[in-house]
Nanobody, 120 residues
Framework: QVQLVESGGGLVQAGGSLRLSCVASERTTYAMGWFRQAPGKERVFVATITWGGHYTNYADSVKDRFTISRDNAKNTVYLQMNSLKPEDTAVYYC???????????????WGQGTQVTVSS
């Protein structure tokens, strides 16, 4: 079983930046995605990237502010978050699956999540 561990969350002021990391326990050829869940809300899509990194997709709410990338040699995927807004406050989860999908049920493995809090 592939284990995924997120890190990099924390408290930041609006307009600030954070970079999240997700390290896999082993080398894989999976697509990777980021999802988030705000208090009282469903888990929603944030960004995804194919194994080779040639294709990425973003939710409209984060497009032009967030960037997903990966370093397969380090078994790591990143989410660079700039111009953060209070609405970005959520637990952020990384996931691995067979396709770079916006649907959470297409992913097979999930991390434990990391909290991101953006103050106004």
């Amino acid at each position: 079983q592939v284990q995924l561990v997120e890190s990099g969350g924390g408290l930041v002021q609006a307009g600030g930046s954070l970079r999240l990391s997700c390290v896999a326990s082993e080398r894989t050829t999976y697509a990777m995605g980021w999802f988030r869940q705000a208090p009282g809300k469903e888990r929603v899509f944030v960004a995804t990237i194919t194994w080779g990194g040639h294709y990425t997709n973003y939710a409209d709410s984060v497009k032009d502010r967030f960037t997903i990338s990966r370093d397969n040699a380090k078994n790591t995927v990143y989410l660079q978050m700039n111009s953060l807004k209070p609405e970005d406050t959520a637990v952020y989860y990384c996931a691995a699956g067979n396709s770079a999908s916006l649907y959470s049920n297409r992913y097979s493995y999930w991390g434990q999540g990391t909290q991101v809090t953006v103050s106004s």
